[in-house]
């Protein structure tokens, strides 16, 4: 194996941001001085443009640790089995998975894998809520009256979770922040923070609010930053009732 055989293997996982920071800065640094490289990051950066990456599900599935614990302690086979995701992602893991267990040798690297694979299958998870969703709404946000960037939200009724999508939003002024309401016929609940840049969607894994009454719908406000009431204070950027 030669030093850039590294790199041809972990550019996937470069680009799903499961590498270690170590990694990644080593990669970062060689991607400066690699055409080749570059140009292949690039493509598959194109390729998975749409995929929200390096999220952390804010509710795992229920057999969500059993798998992953599964898929850790009897691979490679198992972990062959919990792909393919959606075609181009699935190419793309299976990829990183290659070269995660061509790396599996040697101690030092088994917590770093384990890590890592923890995060793909935290991405898996995530992207079934996506897969599976029977229901998906669409719905603008506007500011000071003019559009600016929408929300989606995928309904999944399996697991009862929402994916929620925020995109082209500003990241929220200072002193201020974006905040994820349900909507329930007993009022609005209170979720969570969104993390708003005009590079990248924020997305969300969200569990159903821990109340008796029916979701009805969803909302986006501006908040001030330190308030934590259970009524929404500010302006209402997005609203949607099903
Ligand atoms: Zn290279």
Redesign the pocket.
């Known amino acids: 194996m030669t030093a ?1 055989d590294w ?2 293997e972990n550019r996937a996982a470069f680009v799903a941001r499961s590498l270690e920071p170590v990694e990644e800065r080593t990669f970062r640094d ?2 400066g ?6 140009r ?1 990051v690039a493509r598959l950066e194109r390729e998975l443009a749409w995929l929200p990456m390096a999220v952390t599900p804010v509710a795992p599935a229920p057999d969500f640790v059993r798998r992953m614990a599964t898929a850790i302690l009897d691979r490679p086979a198992r972990w062959r089995r919990h792909v393919p995701l959606a075609a181009a992602a699935g190419l793309a893991l299976v990829a990183a998975g290659t070269a995660l267990a061509a790396r599996s040798e040697g101690r030092d690297l088994r917590v770093a894998l384990v890590a890592r694979e923890t995060r793909l299958m935290a991405l898996e998870d995530t992207l079934s809520v996506l897969r599976r969703a029977n229901m998906v709404l669409q719905t603008r946000i506007s500011m000071d009256g003019y559009p600016q960037g929408g929300m989606l939200i995928f309904q999944e009724a399996v697991s009862h979770r929402w994916g929620v999508i925020v995109h082209g939003l500003p990241p929220a002024p200072s002193g201020s922040k974006y905040q994820f309401w349900f909507i329930t016929e007993s009022g609005m609940v209170r979720s969570v923070e969104v993390a708003a840049s005009m590079q990248r969607p924020a997305f969300m894994t969200l569990p159903m609010p821990g109340v008796a009454a029916p979701v009805m719908g969803a909302a986006l406000t501006m908040e001030p930053m330190v308030d934590g009431s259970s009524e929404p204070q500010g302006v209402t950027l997005a609203h949607v009732v099903f």
Request: hydrophobic share 15%.
């Open positions: 850039h790199y041809i060689h991607l001085r690699c055409d080749q490289c570059t292949e």
